[in-house]
């Protein structure tokens, strides 16, 4: 055990910790600050108007992911690599293109998503959601400024502005959120808090956020020099948008399709319930997301810059750090999994089981380590989208099956299994294709 310390304790000194010292700490304060936002609603609103509230705000991101038109990944790649080569030329010029391409697009989509919710009665409009209506489509004025953040983000997150990139959407607008929804409660004669003002306040945050992220690159852009793309690097974009747009809606049905198949089978209130154990169980993963978000664009800048061994030693240090913080909460939660769950209510211990399936779902994924990160930002994008596509299929079709017949349990159950498909696809593609070894069982092969 010592060992294995002193290996990770080493491996890091070699490793650049700015970037992830300012992700953690941006990433931990937006996970308390969302928790407390749940403990919050989950205690002031009635069971079935918090399960609501958590369907929509699963639409919101689903339908922004999408909406972003696959120039996330894009613009973190190119910004990053254009940062490596010391050329940023063509970096303005590609975020106001992707701001026009996205923009529309994502208008075109929230119109055709209403359309099919009316027509066919599915989504807010199917028999358990359908009350509901109204603060649904509230809640879908938040999409276009969630696109608008994204975009914005990418950029920053590109140039390593980590901070920059961060602040606004994972520590201002929950911050907002919370504070509005405590005064408006507590100020207030009500025993209850509806999901109406819930919508109303969450569209304000977003676009306190958005505008925020907007300002920030404004004025980090207003002295730098736009040069007109070639032509070529226009169809490049094209080509790359493309690959990660499909790959983002694959990507998002992996992540969200549980909460969306809920919504068809199970009412608001277990929709609620699953909700919190999705939540907490989460926070087992986060170090994993917190440390890949500096460490992409420093992948697509080892790489380019031909450095493997340094992107071997930077990789393989950063898998043991997300290993190592992702044990800790999920000892903690397998041990307190009950009393955690009643922080929420008492109604909340319903979804125990769920709770430890999802827990260990969340621990297959620190086990891959930046796998998928690690294909993304060297150009093998095209199969990190098959994977997932797979995974997503399994995803689909299990939560399709089990959902009836076992419930919430049934969900985390089609999660884990798609959590595990898409890990053993990315760490064989990852090493087939650069030879990079970025799975936690690098660490125990090595002496």
């Given at each position: 055990?010592?060992?294995?310390?002193?290996?990770?304790?080493?491996?890091?000194?070699?490793?650049?910790?700015?970037?992830?010292?300012?992700?953690?700490?941006?990433?931990?304060?937006?996970?308390?600050?969302?928790?407390?936002?749940?403990?919050?609603?989950?205690?002031?609103?009635?069971?079935?108007?918090?399960?609501?509230?958590?369907?929509?705000?699963?639409?919101?991101?689903?339908?922004?992911?999408?909406?972003?038109?696959?120039?996330?990944?894009?613009?973190?790649?190119?910004?990053?690599?254009?940062?490596?080569?010391?050329?940023?030329?063509?970096?303005?010029?590609?975020?106001?293109?992707?701001?026009?391409?996205?923009?529309?697009?994502?208008?075109?989509?929230?119109?055709?998503?209403?359309?099919?919710?009316?027509?066919?009665?599915?989504?807010?409009?199917?028999?358990?959601l359908a009350s509901y209506t109204f603060p649904m489509l509230v809640s879908?004025?938040?999409?276009?400024?969630?696109?608008?953040?994204?975009?914005?983000?990418?950029?920053?997150?590109?140039?390593?502005?980590?901070?920059?990139?961060?602040?606004?959407?994972?520590?201002?607008?929950?911050?907002?959120?919370?504070?509005?929804?405590?005064?408006?409660?507590?100020?207030?004669?009500?025993?209850?808090?509806?999901?109406n003002k819930a919508a109303l306040i969450n569209v304000a945050s977003f676009?306190?956020?958005?505008?925020?992220?907007?300002?920030?690159?404004?004025?980090?852009?207003?002295?730098?020099?736009?040069?007109?793309?070639?032509?070529?690097?226009?169809?490049?974009?094209?080509?790359?948008?493309?690959?990660?747009?499909?790959?983002?809606?694959?990507?998002?049905?992996?992540?969200?399709?549980?909460?969306?198949?809920?919504?068809?089978?199970?009412?608001?209130?277990?929709?609620?319930?699953?909700?919190?154990?999705?939540?907490?169980?989460?926070?087992?993963?986060?170090?994993?997301?917190?440390?890949?978000?500096?460490?992409?664009?420093?992948?697509?800048?080892?790489?380019?810059?031909?450095?493997?061994?340094?992107?071997?030693?930077?990789?393989?240090?950063?898998?043991?750090?997300?290993?190592?913080?992702?044990?800790?909460?999920?000892?903690?939660?397998?041990?307190?999994?009950?009393?955690?769950?009643?922080?929420?209510?008492?109604?909340?211990?319903?979804?125990?089981?769920?709770?430890?399936?999802?827990?260990?779902?969340?621990?297959?994924?620190?086990?891959?380590?930046?796998?998928?990160?690690?294909?993304?930002?060297?150009?093998?994008?095209?199969?990190?989208?098959?994977?997932?596509?797979?995974?997503?299929?399994?995803?689909?079709?299990?939560?399709?099956?089990?959902?009836?017949?076992?419930?919430?349990?049934?969900?985390?159950?089609?999660?884990?299994?798609?959590?595990?498909?898409?890990?053993?696809?990315?760490?064989?593609?990852?090493?087939?294709?650069?030879?990079?070894?970025?799975?936690?069982?690098?660490?125990?092969?090595?002496?």
């Open positions: 055990m010592k060992k294995i310390i002193f290996e990770i304790i080493s491996s890091l000194r070699t490793h650049d910790l700015k970037a992830d010292a300012i992700s953690f700490s941006m990433q931990v304060g937006a996970m308390l600050l969302n928790l407390l936002i749940n403990l919050l609603l989950a205690n002031i609103m009635l069971p079935a108007d918090y399960g609501a509230f958590a369907y929509s705000t699963t639409l919101i991101f689903v339908l922004a992911g999408i909406g972003t038109f696959g120039t996330q990944n894009l613009l973190v790649r190119e910004v990053g690599a254009g940062l490596a080569a010391n050329n940023l030329s063509n970096s303005k010029i590609l975020l106001g293109w992707s701001l026009r391409r996205s923009i529309p697009f994502v208008l075109i989509l929230i119109s055709l998503f209403i359309f099919i919710a009316f027509q066919f009665n599915l989504f807010f409009r199917s028999q358990n879908l004025a938040a999409v276009p400024l969630l696109v608008i953040i994204y975009i914005n983000q990418s950029y920053l997150q590109g140039l390593r502005k980590i901070f920059s990139a961060l602040f606004a959407e994972k520590i201002v607008k929950p911050f907002l959120f919370l504070v509005a929804v405590t005064i408006l409660f507590f100020s207030s004669q009500e025993t209850l808090f509806a999901f676009l306190a956020a958005s505008i925020i992220l907007v300002v920030s690159v404004s004025r980090l852009n207003k002295n730098t020099a736009a040069t007109a793309p070639e032509k070529h690097h226009v169809d490049q974009w094209t080509k790359s948008s493309m690959t990660f747009f499909l790959f983002s809606i694959v990507t998002l049905l992996y992540l969200r399709t549980d909460i969306l198949c809920l919504g068809f089978y199970q009412s608001p209130e277990q929709i609620g319930i699953y909700n919190i154990s999705c939540r907490v169980a989460d926070t087992v993963s986060f170090p994993l997301h917190i440390l890949t978000f500096g460490l992409a664009p420093m992948i697509s800048g080892l790489f380019h810059s031909d450095d493997k061994l340094k992107l071997q030693a930077t990789v393989t240090a950063s898998t043991r750090l997300i290993f190592l913080l992702s044990v800790i909460p999920a000892l903690l939660f397998i041990f307190f999994g009950t009393p955690i769950l009643n922080l929420f209510g008492k109604h909340f211990e319903a979804g125990y089981t769920s709770f430890m399936i999802l827990i260990f779902a969340n621990l297959i994924n620190a086990l891959a380590g930046p796998a998928g990160y690690v294909l993304a930002m060297t150009g093998h994008e095209r199969l990190a989208f098959l994977s997932m596509t797979v995974a997503c299929l399994v995803n689909i079709a299990m939560n399709l099956v089990l959902i009836p017949l076992y419930g919430i349990n049934g969900a985390a159950i089609a999660v884990s299994l798609a959590m595990l498909t898409w890990n053993i696809l990315i760490v064989v593609f990852t090493v087939k294709k650069t030879g990079i070894r970025p799975d936690i069982f690098y660490l125990l092969k090595r002496k």
